[in-house]
């Protein structure tokens, strides 16, 4: 290459930089690709993954599970470090309406001592439209209630379609409106602070934590509620439970809980549909103190509703993001401080 075109590409580079763009490279696309067909609503293609679970905590491959918010289905995929392929899926609730199957809205995928665990949102049905009148569609919206109000878990060794022993419970949503702090907020929309899980992960195998995205307390209290496994699924009707409100930040909610090591992390997002901020957090799943991890670098328009760690890195933590609204889930891996400036305390009050 002669000196003359080479000052010439020099030139033009400098000119992109300039102009507050990069270089093609810099610019492509982190996601990981999905190999096979991820099933979304009415056999499509997944748009819409809003959970993600492996049986093991560390290396590769894993087994995995996800889940999009439109089916009653959840989907086993196979993780390798740079890609994941879609597998078989798995049945997990029948409940229909008029002949029409209803959705579970699972919102969130928690693995332990050989189960996986899929928890629906127990919240009102989405309605961005408003096309369901409260007192022409009660009956409808009675049932697409009781069908998001379940957990459903499953026995798996975690090869691809293995899946026995399923078990449904909405003992939750008895544990809910035992709660006083959360029981005025059930089966309200979303867009009014509407009761809405979007989280889920198992404490010391034993304690499932479920996330809410909505309430926020005051405008500023994420609500992470703590019940025994066996109340749940036991043969006891026991209603223990302890509630926990986390600091994170105004106006967002609980989208995800992912175990790692002796933390939970927590992706918190808004409470509301539109515009707004992210972040990953730390929490001990005792306290009520949190460590903000990670302002998550997403434009406005795309909706982190995963949280899955990867591993330990030079300078602390990867972890794969995948997105409500973006094709396939859109898988990212980012890095994350392992440590962070510690929250305010947040009190209901």
Same mark, same amino acid.
């Given at each position: ?14 000119? &992109?930089?300039?102009?507050g ?18 099933i ?8 819409? &993954? ?18 999009d ?20 899926? &798995? ?41 369901? @009148?409260p007192?022409?569609?009660?009956a ?19 090869a691809d ?25 059930m ?5 009014? @602070? ?23 307390? @005051?405008?500023k ?13 036991? @043969? ?7 509630l ?35 972040? &990953? ?31 330990k ?31 305010s ?5």
């Open positions: 290459m002669t000196p003359a075109r080479t000052g010439w590409i020099a030139i033009l580079l400098l000119g &992109v930089m300039a102009a763009m990069q270089p093609s490279v810099a610019a492509a696309d982190d996601a990981w690709p999905v190999k096979k067909r991820l979304g609503e009415d056999g499509g293609k997944s748009k819409d &993954v809003s959970g993600i679970a492996c049986t093991t905590t560390d290396g590769f491959p894993r087994s995995c599970l996800v889940i918010d439109n089916l009653q289905d959840a989907q086993f995929i196979k993780l390798t470090d740079g890609k994941l392929v879609a597998g078989s899926s &798995v049945k997990l609730i029948d409940n229909t309406f008029k002949d029409k199957a209803l959705e579970l809205d699972g919102e969130g995928v928690a693995f332990s001592k050989g189960y996986y665990y899929v928890i629906g949102s127990h919240g009102h049905p989405r309605d961005k439209d408003h096309k369901l @009148n007192k022409k569609h009660a409808k919206i009675r049932a697409k209630i009781a069908a998001s109000s379940q957990i459903v878990r499953f026995r798996t060794t975690g379609g293995d899946a026995s022993g399923f078990e449904r419970t909405a003992q939750l949503r008895e544990v809910i409106a035992a709660e006083p702090v959360l029981r005025d907020f089966d309200r929309r979303l867009e009014n @602070n509407g009761l809405t899980i979007e989280g889920v992960a198992i404490k010391d195998d034993r304690t499932l934590l479920a996330g809410f995205r909505g309430p926020v307390l @005051n405008g209290c994420a609500v992470v509620l703590a019940v025994e496994v066996t109340s749940l699924f036991g @043969n006891g009707k026991s209603l223990d439970h302890r926990y409100r986390l600091s994170l930040g105004q106006g967002r909610g609980v989208r995800d809980l992912a175990p790692f090591g002796d933390r939970i992390l927590v992706l918190a997002g808004p409470v509301a549909d539109g515009p707004g901020s992210y972040a &990953v957090y730390a929490w001990d799943g005792a306290s009520e103190s949190v460590e903000l991890l990670k302002d998550l670098p997403f434009d406005a328009k795309r909706k982190p509703e995963g949280l899955l760690p990867l591993d890195t030079s300078t602390g933590l990867r972890v794969l993001i995948v997105f409500d609204g973006d094709k396939k889930g859109r898988p990212t891996p980012i890095e994350i401080s392992e440590s962070g400036p510690r929250s305390s947040c009190h209901a009050g």
